[in-house]
């Protein structure tokens, strides 16, 4: 059951109940329209990454900017994103369990959806679930290029997998999911080139190996915030899967450039906005965010545009805030933006975006994709 929001349209920023999750929607605007600009020179298409925000409403403001789709990790999230109105959707990982399995069928016949498989046991199942409600379903092949987690190994391997989904009566090959996630948050260009020059190089070999067998990719996904304009030049990705790019986060602005500085060409748009409920004596502060309220799997969030404030450590309901020497220090009741240090995680602890414009709140969107369900 969603939360009351904690706004009301035309509010003040400083007036939201906290904590709570703002859009700021210049920014977001930014990152849709950079992203969209980008893209539209290279051939690539986007297919938005719905891990990330879990929005139908997003998802819109994505496709109305030329995304063939989305990509999701969760049927839950492929349900939220196709009874929202998305009608192109890549469960981009393995669905396991004949339950989940209908749950796919079942999608199939409102929208577009397609699935990923590293095994011959997935493959079986899925054309057993297909063939048992008269569907016919996409499949990928998902290849390890470097993940070390899912996926089939490429060339042989994968081109095999690729057959015997091709060959299922209830099946169509879909092509290959290639996704490098380890390579988004290296820090050095060099470093994010190598890992996905690699990347490129593996999925590119085993496309020509498929093509020897008769086999043609129509999607090949794969790459994120932190590498897209490699995959999206290399002549191999076709789908580029970014998902943090529209809000961004702590960790993503480490990643630097060949000069030593923060590379991203987007913007900070997420934030926790966080009141300080306690300031118990000098060089501390108290705000009433806390592991509830931010991810800290990639680090401390960051103090927006304070530099003399410090996250320094979280509890449960409690965020612990130092104070640098000799700084004025903000006041019980005041109002903080914090930026995530990861955003994904994060957005999984609200049921709503407050979406603020020129200090107001402009709009509120059901997190619809949330939760631990499956």
Request: hydrophobic share 45%.
């Amino acid at each position: 059951m969603l939360q009351i929001p904690p706004a009301r349209i035309g509010q003040r920023e400083d007036e939201v109940d906290t904590p709570a999750l703002l859009i700021d929607l210049d920014a977001f605007e930014f990152n849709l329209d950079t992203m969209a600009a980008y893209l539209a020179g290279t051939g690539v298409k986007l297919r938005a990454h719905a891990k990330t925000h879990k929005s139908p409403v997003v998802a819109h403001r994505q496709i109305v900017r030329g995304a063939v789709g989305q990509c999701v990790q969760k049927v839950a999230e492929a349900e939220a994103l196709a009874w929202g109105g998305v009608q192109n959707i890549l469960i981009s990982n393995e669905v396991v369990g004949t339950d989940k399995l209908a749950r796919v069928t079942a999608l199939a016949r409102i929208c577009t959806i397609a699935l990923c498989a590293d095994s011959p046991v997935h493959v079986q199942a899925i054309e057993a679930a297909a063939a048992e409600a008269g569907v016919k379903l996409t499949v990928l092949v998902e290849i390890d290029v470097g993940m070390n987690r899912a996926g089939i190994a490429a060339g042989s391997e994968a081109v095999a997998l690729a057959q015997m989904i091709a060959a299922s009566p209830h099946l169509t090959f879909g092509g290959l999911q290639s996704y490098q996630g380890r390579a988004q948050h290296l820090r050095t260009v060099a470093e994010r080139r190598a890992a996905s020059g690699a990347a490129v190089d593996a999925t590119r070999l085993t496309i020509d190996m498929l093509r020897q067998q008769g086999l043609e990719c129509a999607i090949v996904g794969g790459a994120g915030t932190g590498t897209f304009p490699i995959e999206a030049s290399s002549g191999v990705y076709n789908e580029i899967q970014a998902g943090s790019y529209c809000f961004m986060d702590v960790d993503y602005g480490k990643n630097l450039d060949d000069f030593g500085k923060p590379v991203s060409m987007f913007r900070n748009s997420l934030f926790v906005l966080a009141s300080v409920i306690s300031q118990p004596r000098t060089g501390i502060a108290v705000v009433d965010a806390g592991h509830k309220a931010v991810a800290i799997d990639s680090g401390m969030p960051g103090v927006w545009q304070r530099p003399e404030l410090t996250y320094a450590g979280a509890s449960d309901e409690h965020g612990r805030i130092v104070i640098a020497h000799g700084a004025a220090p903000p006041v019980i009741g005041d109002k903080l933006r914090l930026v995530p240090g990861h955003c994904d995680p994060t957005v999984d602890r609200f049921d709503w975006y407050v979406g603020v414009r020129n200090g107001r709140v402009e709009c509120l969107w059901p997190i619809a994709a949330r939760g631990g369900f499956s």
